[in-house]
């Protein structure tokens, strides 16, 4: 494990000049100030968020600063309100390059009671969830589709995910916070190489409990006498995670678990104990999708999955289609062998 001191956080400044970065949840906390970082580093700042008025007030700090930016109001759960998000982006700068799904919540509610109308529980909301997973769930698909709106070969195109010390380790009383951490540690690990076949870097920031609103008071009383991470190292650490222009850390984890440096846990450390049986298992099982032994597999699937068609005299269509496409299916499958 590596560690990022304070003052490389923003080495590669230079990378974002003229970029456009888009953050939503960018009004307050953690999103502000990396959009006041992004903007006091050249880049174009596009804000989406539920508070309006906190987001134009953030970008009047930009703009009294010389930066550049815009924000509207976006409601993260609605999906009209993220398409109209990124449409003003494209429409204000003609291009996204950074995209970093920051709206987050914790627990709302008590988990562990129910409510109850006429003797019977009542289905509770889980909008802890909607917003920390399915929202960022929504956004990292739309980002994939306007990122690559005029994207030539090379060019600076990242998303930056929101993780937590929740992402691995449970924390008691917020159940639904901990599983929306503990998914967007997963959503990482499954893009990285889907995403990087579009020329787009992923990464997962992790910090330790952060000084922001977030943070309901009862909890920063209960964490009175220690240290919280400083938003602005979570931010440099975003803005190191979206620049850094070496490919060997795309897909790594930036953990934040107090108030030192920032450390880059290389990926290789993700794959022991249970993670390294599990990845050497998958690993040979889609290299093994190669060579005779493949088409041999492959035939058996269609022709078991085909019983349907074999009635209908359809499946002989069904084959050729496969083996026609059986350069592209074997590419599929090795996107995903290490």
Same mark, same amino acid.
């Given at each position: ?67 550049? *930016?815009?924000? +509207?109001?976006? =409601? &993260? ?5 993220? %398409?109209? #998000?990124?449409? @003003? ?36 909301? *889980?909008?802890? +969830?909607?917003? =920390? &997973? ?5 956004? %990292?698909? #739309?980002?994939? @589709? ?36 503990? *998914? ?155």
């Amino acid at each position: 494990m590596s560690f990022i001191h304070d003052d490389k956080l923003f080495l590669f400044g230079d990378r974002v000049k003229g970029k456009v970065v888009l953050i939503t949840g960018g009004a307050g906390g953690i999103g502000k100030e990396s959009a006041l970082r992004f903007a006091s580093n050249g880049a174009k700042v596009v804000i989406g968020d539920l508070n309006d008025t906190a987001g134009r007030q953030t970008v009047a700090e930009i703009e009294a600063a010389g930066g550049t *930016a815009t924000s +509207i109001k976006c =409601n &993260v759960v609605v999906w009209d309100d993220l %398409v109209a #998000l990124f449409e @003003h982006a494209i429409t204000k700068y003609q291009s996204i390059d950074i995209v970093i799904p920051n709206a987050g919540i914790t627990d709302r509610g008590d988990f562990d009671s129910l409510v109850f109308k006429d003797g019977k529980p009542v289905e509770q909301k *889980a909008l802890t +969830i909607d917003i =920390n &997973v399915t929202a960022v769930l929504k956004t %990292v698909q #739309l980002a994939q @589709h306007y990122m690559a709106i005029g994207q030539k070969e090379g060019d600076l195109k990242s998303i930056v995910l929101i993780g937590s010390m929740a992402s691995w380790i449970g924390i008691p009383k917020a159940p639904l916070y901990s599983c929306s951490k503990h *998914a967007i540690l997963g959503l990482m690990r499954s893009l990285t190489k889907p995403l990087a076949f579009k020329g787009i870097r992923v990464a997962v920031i992790h910090p330790f409990f952060a000084d922001t609103n977030i943070l309901p008071t009862a909890v920063k009383l209960f964490l009175a006498g220690i240290p919280l991470v400083p938003v602005t190292r979570v931010a440099g650490a975003i803005f190191y995670a979206a620049t850094d222009p070496d490919p060997e850390t795309n897909g790594s984890c930036w953990l934040l678990p107090d108030d030192g440096p920032v450390f880059l846990l290389k990926k290789e450390e993700l794959k022991l104990g249970v993670y390294e049986m599990i990845d050497s298992r998958v690993n040979a099982a889609f290299k093994g999708a190669k060579g005779a032994q493949f088409y041999i597999r492959l035939t058996k699937d269609v022709w078991r999955n085909c019983a349907p068609l074999r009635q209908l005299g359809l499946v002989g269509l069904v084959g050729a289609i496969a083996w026609t496409n059986r350069t592209q299916i074997i590419g599929l499958v090795s996107q995903y062998t290490s």
